[in-house]
């Protein structure tokens, strides 16, 4: 299957920072990535859907002013959390679609913001 | 609201039996469902898929079977390794692609030997 590197896989920070998190896709071009979060107990919820070039689309509830998103290449998707609050601490993973019409993934990155 | 429910958090399997797996949806747009297994540390990884004009897709030592009347899918794992021990998550779309999809809360399988 396709390979997914996202990176940092923690990270930890002040309320009020920002945080950037990178999604590479390492083995194929992808026009089309996503972005999931998953708080405790529950399930990965769709934020985002990032396409290449374009804006972003994000899903209802989802800040987009907080939540940057930029798909500048085919291959690198960076999800930029702004003025991060400790809300905002959970499990963020990006995918994209690939052949076979599936979605490949990241390892995901656990955010804490202090 | 959960769309897509995985009502059973964990389950216990001897090796060599069948693992089965269980995952009800409610929304009946859905109509391109997967299943994937993640181990510690590591991003979901893809096992299989069915679309909703088929009833079983089989795959090795994998099967899923859609049941659409009952809005019911299960995974089939048969003979179950302790190497499958992992967590196991149901997805759902329902443009018949891999986009946008709804997650089920994840079911954790451990096989014993």
């Known amino acids: 299957g396709a390979v997914v590197s996202q990176h940092p896989s923690r990270v930890i920070c002040k309320s009020g920072t920002s945080v950037k998190i990178e999604c590479r896709s390492l083995d194929f071009q992808a026009t089309t990535m996503f972005w999931y979060r998953q708080f405790p107990k529950q399930s990965l919820m769709l934020m985002a859907t990032?396409?290449?070039?374009?804006?972003?689309?994000?899903e209802q509830g989802v800040e987009k002013d907080k939540f940057l998103i930029n798909h500048a290449s085919l291959t690198l998707s960076t999800l930029t959390v702004t003025s991060a609050h400790p809300e905002d601490s959970s499990f963020y993973i990006c995918s994209f679609r690939g052949g076979g019409n599936i979605q490949y993934f990241g390892a995901g990155t656990r955010l804490s913001v202090l | 609201d959960q769309q897509v429910k995985q009502n059973s958090p964990s389950l216990s399997v001897q090796e060599g039996r069948i693992s089965i797996l269980n995952c009800d949806y409610t929304n009946s747009m859905f109509d391109y469902f997967l299943w994937y297994k993640k181990y510690p540390a590591e991003g979901p990884t893809f096992l299989i898929s069915i679309s909703s004009i088929k009833d079983k897709n089989e795959d090795g030592r994998f099967t899923v079977f859609l049941n659409k009347s009952a809005k019911h899918l299960s995974l089939h794992i048969v003979p179950s390794q302790p190497g499958d021990s992992a967590v196991y998550f149901c997805a759902a779309s329902w443009d018949g692609t891999a986009s946008k999809l709804t997650f089920g809360t994840g079911t954790r399988l451990q096989v014993t030997l």
């Open positions: 990032s396409n290449e070039g374009s804006k972003a689309t994000y």
